[in-house]
């Protein structure tokens, strides 16, 4: 009974797994992250490499 014990206390002071674990959860908060960003920023950066396209097209309708 008291090497069961010894390797239940053993088992549950390893950390190797969630050390593994909390990297994927870093991982996964960073993906939703960017994926979050570029939803609500998308729009807007593209409107804006548009108007820039159209300032190197033609220099005179641009805005200053």
């Not at 908060?29 to 960003?37: E, K, N």
């Not at 807007?44 to 005179?60: I, R």
């Amino acid at each position: 009974m008291n090497q069961v014990f010894s390797v239940a206390c053993g088992f549950l002071r390893d950390e190797d797994g969630v050390t593994a674990i909390e990297y994927a959860l870093i991982a996964a908060i960073i993906a939703v992250a960017v994926t979050v960003t570029v939803l609500l920023l998308g729009q807007q950066v593209h409107a804006f490499f548009l108007e820039l396209k159209q300032c190197f097209d033609a220099p005179a309708s641009c805005r200053t």
